[in-house]
Structure formats: C-alpha cells, structure tokens
C-alpha cells in the first residue's frame, strides 16, 4: 500500500481522532450519475416541479449518494491502517437535513471506539456531513476490522 501517511498499530490509535475527508460541491451530473448506478428513478432526484410540489427548493440528493462521501478510502484513515485493515465491517447513519445541488459537504470521520480482541480489533469511527452552512446533513458510524500485530 502507498504510504500517504504512517501506518500505525491499534494499539497507537486514540478515541477522538479526527480524519477529514475532502470537501466536495455535488451537482446535478452527479444526481444523473447515482440513478443511473442505483437504478433509483424517484422524481424528487430529477423533477423540479415535482420538489417543489414536496415542499423542497430543489432536486433532492439520494440519501446514498450523500453517504458515499464519508467513504474512508477518500481520505488517510485506511492508509494509518495499512496492511492491518481487514475489512468494513457496517455502518449506519441518519439523513438530518436535505442535500441539494450546488451544496457543498465537508465529510469527517472520528474515532468513537477501539475493541480488542484475541488477534483483531475493531475500529469504529463516527462519520459526519456539514454542508457549507455548517449544518450536519448526515451522522453515522462505521466499524473496521484490524488485525492486532
């Protein structure tokens, strides 16, 4: 694996460790792109008339779409873990607020969580989408698996 950052042990890891992930201002190529993908063909992701019919102010974002953004390979928590890393275990999240086009969400992930186990760990990290008013658009957690040695 590329050494982007220093790979570092389990043990070395500290609940509160922040790894942020670059901002990105979605648009509505990138709407047309996830339906295409998902198969999802709901109006409200490509029917203005139809969001404003809901009471949105425009195209809304598919909910996976924005969760993809707090992927950990689009920033250095998975190179910190290098070879280690065993694999994504789950996640889960909640949508907060809506996500619209020309939005602009910064992604964050932290260390909520570090359980050792006979020859593995598990790492879990809150993830978090601000949008460039600031506002949290998005809150999860995800879990990896690590080897301990």
Avoid: W
């Avoid at 809901?54 to 809304?60: A, E, F, M, V």
């Avoid at 707090?70 to 907060?96: K, N």
């Avoid at 992604?107 to 006979?118: A, F, K, S, V």
């Avoid at 993830?127 to 698996?145: C, F, H, I």
Wanted: charged share 20%; with cysteine; aromatic share 8%.
């Amino acid at each position: 694996m590329s050494p982007l950052a220093p790979q570092r042990s389990f043990d070395s890891l500290e609940v509160g460790e922040e790894f942020p992930l670059p901002p990105r201002t979605v648009t509505e190529a990138h709407f047309s792109a996830f339906q295409a993908l998902s198969g999802d063909h709901h109006p409200i992701h490509y029917d203005r008339e139809y969001c404003l019919a809901q009471g949105h102010s425009d195209l809304l974002a598919h909910g996976f779409q924005v969760l993809c953004l707090t992927a950990a390979g689009a920033g250095l928590l998975p190179y910190v873990l290098g070879e280690s890393m065993i694999g994504f275990l789950d996640q889960s999240c909640r949508f907060l607020k809506p996500v619209y086009p020309g939005d602009t969400l910064s992604p964050m992930l932290e260390i909520t969580g570090l359980e050792r186990q006979r020859s593995t760990g598990i790492v879990e990290v809150a993830s978090r989408l601000a949008n460039q008013r600031g506002e949290l658009v998005l809150e999860g957690t995800q879990r990896y698996l690590v080897r301990l040695s």
